[in-house]
């Protein structure tokens, strides 16, 4: 069960950056994945998640629509976040629908309980 975050950095506002989520273990098969983040003094918010059906369905909130894209294939998922903000600055975790050991949090109808270590993105 392991789920291993990449590809943050810092970015000028207006920028572009791709994290990717590299996934294994039944964590992956089947199951909903979402990227999150939490910025210093905040909690912590969905941003994005994609179903494991036959369109993959995708949910985003209202901060990133049209900014932010989720995809996935046979190893892993990532998000392209493109018109950087400032206010996007935060750290950014990979999660997995499903009942993990630890921290576990409800998000546009799915149970995430699996997660990375994070990867942080700073915007300025």
């Known amino acids: 069960v392991q789920l291993v975050e990449s590809g943050g950095g810092s970015v000028q506002a207006g920028g572009s950056l791709n994290l990717s989520c590299a996934a294994s273990g039944d964590t992956y098969s089947g199951n909903c994945m979402g990227w999150f983040r939490q910025a210093p003094g905040k909690e912590r918010e969905g941003v994005a998640n994609?179903?494991?059906?036959?369109?993959?369905t995708t949910t985003y909130a209202d901060s990133v629509m049209g900014r932010f894209t989720i995809s996935k294939d046979n190893t892993g998922v990532y998000l392209q976040m493109n018109s950087l903000k400032p206010e996007d600055t935060a750290m950014y975790y990979c999660?997995?629908?499903?009942?993990?050991?630890?921290?576990?949090?409800?998000?546009?109808?799915?149970?995430?309980?699996?997660w990375g270590q994070g990867t942080q993105v700073t915007v300025s």
């Open positions: 999660a997995a629908e499903g009942g993990g050991p630890g921290y576990i949090e409800r998000w546009a109808g799915h149970l995430f309980g699996y």
């Open positions: 994609i179903d494991d059906d036959d369109v993959g």
